[in-house]
């Protein structure tokens, strides 16, 4: 079973895969010294590049989590580029995972958790994300930032810090950078936490998706011609 903030005892390096295929299964050990999870096994996730980036994607089991790499031009606009690992998931979900790692590829390279409605480049979708450093950028001092599209093929939103000057309030520090997405009916709920035990809000937005959504990590370059990589760990879902 999968344990929030648990660095495994067991390291296991499996397969690289770059299509659709189901992941073969990874041992999942840890302690259980921390709030519990339930498992997703990994060989239950699939692989995509969605919008078609001139850099394909790649994924692999390692230290029972995911070592990706994504080109993409990126996750805004009307159209997104990415690489996406994903299970399909009805009803409400509370996914959790540590981002140990993140390539800057540029400035706005990005990681995190999205929900997504289909896999098509103009899907709507809540994605809930992470930059490689806490460089100013548009409206945010720090690393965290959450990003919707309301309406198929249209412009993307974000919602940022209330502050945009002084600390940071939710700064990366790779690798302890923890983030996590909730579902409760149609209000989608981004956290922080940088130990993967205490968790603060970041916001909390109503989208209406249909119950039935793909779930899972993604990860986008914003660099057509240079690819970023992440390394994600203890992935698993919250008990409630």
Do not use: C
């Not at 009307?78 to 690489?83: G, M, Q, S, Y």
């Not at 809540?126 to 930059?131: D, G, H, K, R, T």
């Not at 100013?136 to 000057?165: L, T």
Request: glycine share 8%.
């Amino acid at each position: 079973m999968i344990k929030n903030h648990i660095i495994p005892s067991i390291v296991v390096l499996l397969i690289v895969i770059t299509g659709p295929d189901l992941f073969a299964q990874a041992n999942q050990k840890s302690d259980s010294n921390v709030l519990k999870s339930n498992p997703i096994p990994l060989s239950d996730f699939k692989n995509i590049d969605v919008g078609n980036p001139s850099i394909k994607g790649t994924v692999k089991i390692s230290d029972n989590g995911f070592d990706m790499t994504a080109g993409g031009v990126d996750i805004w606009g009307v159209k997104d580029e990415f690489n996406f690992v994903y299970v399909e998931r009805t009803g409400n979900f509370d996914l959790v995972s540590r981002i140990e790692s993140l390539t800057a590829a540029n400035q706005y390279t990005k990681a995190g958790i999205m929900a997504r409605e289909d896999l098509t480049p103009g899907s709507r979708h809540i994605y809930f994300q992470v930059f490689p450093d806490n460089s100013p950028r548009n409206k945010n001092n720090g690393g965290y930032e959450f990003q919707y599209r309301i309406v198929k093929d249209s412009s993307m939103k974000a919602i940022y810090p209330k502050s945009s000057e002084g600390a940071p309030e939710f700064p990366v520090a790779f690798p302890n950078t923890w983030i996590r997405l909730q579902r409760v009916r149609n209000e989608f709920t981004g956290y922080y936490s940088s130990d993967g035990r205490t968790w603060k809000v970041f916001t909390t937005y109503a989208l209406e998706l249909p119950s039935k959504i793909y779930l899972g990590l993604a990860l986008t370059s914003h660099n057509p011609n240079n690819p970023t990589s992440a390394k994600f760990r203890n992935i698993g879902e919250l008990k409630h």
